[in-house]
């Protein structure tokens, strides 16, 4: 790092804040309106000196200050500040150079609030020991040794496996876990005199290895190769890996024609099943451009506090290979930082960097990060946001393939049953119930301004939707206009009335009861259960902040962002949302076509009565051509024109008042 630390000294260079115990303190925002208006890092820390987030900033001072005034409208923010009990910044000359220290600081600490990695393993590389005077091959997993080139990371390790066997069919190259290769290297770090003559004292001194007898290792072990024929061998298989495959797959044709030329037949033809072994690889991948683009698409998938990123690898227009990883944050931080914090994470490993890099949100760092891989790389590269055409589609496709790979995360580690049981013990708590919620109904109302009222009612027992226990009401009140306290009381008291709580068919007693809503909702729900004698818990979610509104407390309770609990109650209010919406429209619907039915000239009940039992529904009806309605027995040509044509209008008009009730 450059010289543009301040108090190089202490910890890594870092200027320190002092702990709420220590003599003197200030508050974190009196210490903030200290720190200077530089580039440079900032890490706040809880009240153990941990250090729980590291950032990076063009202005120190007005980043900083952002956050203890809350002006920073992410999610996580309230809470991480609340933890925060002090912080330490470290000045750096550029915006470049933070970048970099950032993720050397995030590396270094694994902060909770940064996006990182699920879990701290170490994923496999495909490794070049380029420091030995024959490079080896290796499948690894670290990947800080000097004079070692490592491509990667894969996350199949059989993959990387596969790949290193492959590309030994295809290039002679000794094998890190050779024993004579390894005796070879000891010998020539230990006689550094001796390179220059490296074969021929292995040939006197070596024995062949088992893969030199089956063809697969070039014979160093009995100086069967120069060290020029074998430097040309590394550098075709780091091509191989870099992308480059049909500069070896013209360099091996250039080779096997001037063997045939100087009638060396058996090496001419190593070469060609050489050549066979490539192509038959090229078969098994996906052409995905004509041109010979180099890029990384990344696409990802987010549940509530977990998400997933696949890397789709394409090099000279080929899929090289996909890769896959479970990321710490999900819809607990927005998507621009978390796609970002990937970024820096993925590329801060490999040293495989595209001409472009695609992803699916524009970055407001993205300029900053491309000087970054740059740099990083040599050459040229960009941050891409694809709209359409090819990249968009292969950018969705790695979005789907993001999906994929963080549901087998989840099944494979239960980590869904045991994000459930924490979010029902967690709930148990805030609530002050006497037990987990272990049967929770959930109540929404849905109208069209008093018309086609109706309610539903959703269960999710141990946590999940038990959609055998869903039931939904039609409100036979007479409304005017919409009133959602009038509606909800009914529905409570239709539901748990003495004949409904006596009928096995709805289920047991609830653990919670969940009302859509704030207070005129939650009051309408315990007026109802008091009338019938009840004593259910009760809560209401209101939909705006996400505050639950409980009978004992004026002030809603605020469940933090990103728990179990919050995620499980909102998904309990979403889905009684859409089960009540789903219901209201089909009432709606039905309403709307059926009445259409009358105003038709030429429709009287008769036909209206052998249309509707010809198609067997309004969705089939409404789907149907002018040719298929006249099939109909006793429906003339010209009125079944004009029933498609009235349909065609109603619907127009459904879409339209669809989207107003919404």
């Known amino acids: 790092m450059s010289s543009g630390f301040d108090n190089p000294g202490g910890l890594g260079g870092l200027r320190g804040v002092p702990r709420p115990e220590d003599e003197g303190f200030a508050s974190v925002a009196d210490q903030v309106a200290q720190v200077p208006t530089r580039p440079g890092c900032y890490l706040w820390k809880d009240a153990k000196g941990e250090v729980i987030y590291v950032g990076k900033a063009k202005n120190l001072r007005a980043r900083m200050r952002q956050y203890v005034t809350l002006s920073d409208e992410r999610a996580k923010i309230p809470l991480m500040m609340q933890v925060v009990r002090g912080f330490d910044y470290v000045v750096v000359d550029n915006e470049h150079e933070a970048l970099v220290l950032e993720r050397n600081l995030i590396a270094q600490y694994h902060p909770y609030f940064n996006v990182d990695y699920k879990d701290d393993k170490s994923y496999p590389f495909i490794a070049i020991?380029?420091?030995?005077?024959?490079?080896?091959?290796?499948?690894?997993?670290?990947?800080?040794?000097?004079?070692?080139?490592?491509?990667?990371?894969?996350t199949d390790a059989r993959a990387a496996r596969q790949t290193i066997d492959t590309l030994r069919k295809v290039i002679p190259i000794c094998t890190a876990t050779c024993a004579e290769w390894k005796k070879a290297k000891r010998y020539l770090d230990s006689h550094p005199d001796d390179l220059?003559?490296?074969?021929?004292?292995?040939?006197?001194?070596?024995?062949?290895?088992?893969?030199?007898?089956?063809?697969?290792?070039?014979?160093?072990?009995?100086?069967?190769?120069?060290?020029?024929?074998?430097?040309?061998?590394?550098?075709?298989?780091?091509?191989?890996?870099?992308?480059?495959?049909?500069?070896?797959?013209?360099?091996?044709?250039?080779?096997?024609?001037?063997?045939?030329?100087?009638l060396e037949f058996e090496r001419a033809g190593r070469l060609k099943r050489r050549l066979e072994v490539i192509n038959g690889l090229e078969d098994h991948q996906q052409v995905v451009f004509s041109t010979n683009v180099n890029l990384d698409l990344i696409g990802v998938y987010r549940e509530e506090t977990i998400s997933a990123a696949c890397v789709f690898v394409v090099r000279e227009g080929l899929t090289v290979r996909s890769t896959e990883f479970i990321l710490n944050k999900g819809n607990d931080v927005g998507e621009?930082?978390?796609v970002e914090g990937f970024l820096k994470r993925y590329y801060d490993e490999t040293a495989d960097i595209p001409a472009e890099v695609d992803v699916e949100v524009e970055l407001a760092d993205a300029d900053l990060l491309a000087e970054w891989l740059s740099a990083k790389k040599g050459h040229a590269c960009r941050i891409h946001v694809p709209k359409r055409g090819d990249k968009h589609r292969l950018l969705q496709m790695a979005t789907q393939n993001a999906h994929f790979a963080l549901n087998r995360y989840m099944v494979r580690t239960g980590y869904a049953d045991d994000r459930t049981n924490q979010a029902l013990l967690q709930l148990e708590s805030a609530l002050a119930l006497d037990a987990p919620p272990l049967r929770i109904e959930c109540f929404d109302i849905s109208t069209l301004h008093g018309r086609f009222t109706v309610a539903s009612m959703i269960v999710f027992t141990n946590g999940k939707p038990d959609k055998g226990q869903y039931r939904r009401f039609k409100i036979r009140a007479e409304l005017d206009e919409a009133n959602d306290f009038l509606s909800m009381s009914e529905v409570l008291g239709r539901r748990y009335s003495p004949e409904r709580m006596a009928d096995e068919r709805f289920g047991s007693r609830p653990d919670l009861l969940v009302v859509d809503g704030g207070k005129p909702q939650l009051t309408a729900a315990i007026e109802q259960l008091e009338e019938l004698g009840l004593d259910i818990p009760v809560c209401g979610l209101a939909k705006s902040d996400e505050e639950v509104f409980v009978p004992w407390d004026e002030t809603p309770i605020v469940l933090p962002s990103g728990s179990a609990s919050l995620y499980l109650i909102k998904q309990v209010r979403d889905e009684s949302h859409r089960f009540a919406i789903t219901f209201h429209r089909e009432l709606r619907d039905k309403a709307m076509t059926v009445g259409v039915l009358d105003e038709i000239p030429g429709v009287g009940p008769k036909r209206k009565k052998a249309i509707m039992r010809h198609f067997g529904s309004l969705k089939r009806l409404r789907a149907a051509s002018p040719e298929q309605i006249a099939e109909v027995k006793g429906v003339p040509e010209q009125v079944a024109q004009d029933i498609w044509a009235e349909l065609r209008a109603w619907d127009a008009e459904r879409d339209s008042v669809a989207k107003k009730a919404e």
Do not use: W
């Not at 020991?129 to 490592?150: L, M, N, Q, V, W």
């Not at 020029?228 to 550098?235: E, G, K, L, Q």
């Open 336 to 338: 621009e930082e978390l």
């Open 129 to 154: 020991t380029e420091s030995d005077a024959f490079p080896a091959i290796k499948y690894t997993r670290e990947r800080h040794r000097k004079g070692t080139r490592y491509f990667g990371p894969y």
């Open 196 to 262: 220059a003559v490296a074969n021929l004292v292995l040939a006197q001194r070596g024995r062949p290895c088992f893969f030199h007898h089956v063809g697969l290792g070039p014979g160093v072990c009995v100086g069967a190769v120069s060290t020029t024929d074998y430097a040309r061998n590394v550098r075709q298989v780091e091509r191989f890996l870099s992308g480059k495959r049909r500069d070896v797959v013209d360099e091996l044709t250039d080779q096997m024609q001037e063997a045939a030329a100087d």
